[in-house]
Nanobody, 122 residues
Framework: QVQLVESGGGLVQPGGSLRLSCAAS????????MGWYRQAPGKQRELVATISSSGYTNYADSVKGRFTISRDNAKNAVYLQMNNLKPEDTAVYYCNVGRRFYRDSVDPYNNWGQGTQVTVSS
């Protein structure tokens, strides 16, 4: 129903920056929100940030002040600018689109792309 392709991950030193991109396609309504999750080895998927169709944003406490989510509605794309990266940010990052974003799932589709690996290490 929805297809998601993440890109932009890589290896970066602590304090560095990365910009993640996500291209979405399929049954995307104009009112749908978009967001980013991440999952570290051995841990549950974690909601990082969301942005509504009107531009309202929400962030996990662990990334507030460091990450910025944005979207391009014409391109059905969502971005995550990550600054001042920390080793604990290391994870596979996934994007998604939908009506409701939960702790580790999304309504109505809850399907996932391959994600993009972010590794923060000195």
């Amino acid at each position: 129903q929805v297809q998601l392709v993440e890109s932009g991950g890589g290896l970066v030193q602590p304090g560095g920056s990365l910009r993640l991109s996500c291209a979405a396609s399929g049954s995307i309504f104009s009112t749908y929100a978009m967001g980013w999750y991440r999952q570290a080895p051995g841990k549950q998927r974690e909601l990082v940030a969301t942005i509504s169709s009107s531009g309202y944003t929400n962030y996990a406490d662990s990334v507030k002040g460091r990450f910025t989510i944005s979207r391009d509605n014409a391109k059905n794309a969502v971005y995550l600018q990550m600054n001042n990266l920390k080793p604990e940010d290391t994870a596979v990052y996934y994007c998604n689109v939908g009506r409701r974003f939960y702790r580790d799932s999304v309504d109505p589709y809850n399907n996932w792309g391959q994600g993009t690996q972010v590794t923060v290490s000195s």
